[in-house]
């Protein structure tokens, strides 16, 4: 089976295919079974009836999604197509736009990428703490990280605080070379890089300067109380069970609170309880707060790691067997 499309007048294969066509084609082969010929503003396309209709809804899709974002796709609006139609269609595009977070002027809206990454958004826009848990890539801290910008540009917070246990690793910090902020800015990094993709690095550093974003390691929350704040703890499977009941008792009036975390990936001693399990065991309960399980499922960075980490929660489980 043969057919041909035309793309509207003003749009390019270029441009809703972020710039790299060849790339586009062959991920469309590989996923669809078609082969796809392009010139100018007509795609043919040939391959099996139902490879033919589904290539052809999916660049139905991808020529919506440009429309909805008023500018050049970009690689991961692409993957995001992808992975809607490897498990169905694009017919969630508009359900997963709705759930789109606005950051900086300057940036792009930021997307869901799975119904659970919906679920996340909509738990802690709706909820006052939210506990995101599951393995990384699946984007616990990132969207967090731009509810709490989005929430502080709509002025409904007057600041961020972003904070994660400086868990050692098998490593002293008292050991290690330079000032405190030195020897723990390596544990901090992951922060400021998630930062720095919901605003420009200027915004960020001017707010960071000013203190109405702080950036600090778990250990400076003690004795503070933190009112009218959007406060993120990372990597909470690193603390301890005082450690994490400390942490949510500083919250105050007028805040919003996220704990991400991936149990998993515990850096703790052997024997140590972690304060995230058991914060689940003991919280979990109370319907004033918002769990929400990411599973590799909802894994959106490369594909490889995906698999990556099924390999290794299978290997874990059997070695507790």
Not at 116 to 137: C, H, N, S, T
Not at 302 to 309: A, D, F, N, S, V
Request: charged fraction near 30%; charge should be neutral; glycine fraction near 8%.
């Amino acid at each position: 089976m043969k057919e041909k499309i035309y793309l509207e007048s003003g749009i390019s294969l270029h441009a809703l295919c972020a710039g790299d066509e060849v790339r586009l084609l062959k991920t469309v082969e590989e996923l669809f079974g078609s082969a796809v010929v392009s010139r100018e503003n007509m795609l043919e396309i040939s391959g099996s009836d139902n490879a033919v209709l589904r290539t052809k809804d999916f660049f139905e899709s991808l020529v919506k999604l440009y429309r909805l974002r008023g500018k050049q796709l970009e690689q991961r609006d692409v993957d995001l197509l992808c992975r809607m139609f490897r498990t169905g269609s694009g017919r969630e595009l508009e359900t997963l736009w709705s759930g789109r977070v606005g950051v900086s002027p300057k940036k792009r809206d930021i997307l869901p990428r799975s119904r659970r990454q919906l679920e996340y958004i909509q738990a802690m826009r709706e909820k006052d703490m939210v506990f995101g848990i599951g393995p990384a890539g699946t984007g616990k801290t990132y969207l967090a990280m731009a509810l709490a910008v989005s929430e502080f540009l709509k002025n409904n917070v007057s600041r961020i605080i972003l904070t994660r246990p400086a868990r050692e690793s098998g490593e002293r910090l008292g050991f290690l070379p330079g000032s405190l902020e030195e020897k723990v800015s390596p544990y901090l990094r992951p922060l400021y890089d998630a930062l720095y993709e919901m605003m420009t690095p200027e915004e960020a550093q001017s707010l960071i300067e000013r203190q109405i974003i702080e950036i600090a390691p778990l250990a400076f929350m003690r004795g503070r109380t933190l009112n009218n704040a959007f406060i993120i703890l990372d990597e909470a499977q690193n603390t301890t069970v005082d450690q994490m009941l400390m942490f949510l008792t500083r919250m105050g009036f007028g805040s919003k609170c996220v704990i991400t975390g991936d149990p998993m990936q515990s850096d703790l001693a052997r024997g140590e309880r972690s304060g995230l399990e058991h914060a689940i065991s003991t919280l979990q309960k109370l319907p004033e707060l918002g769990f929400v399980f990411f599973d590799t499922s909802d894994v959106v960075r490369h594909r490889l790691l995906e698999k990556i980490i099924t390999a290794y929660t299978a290997d874990a489980v059997n070695r507790k067997e």
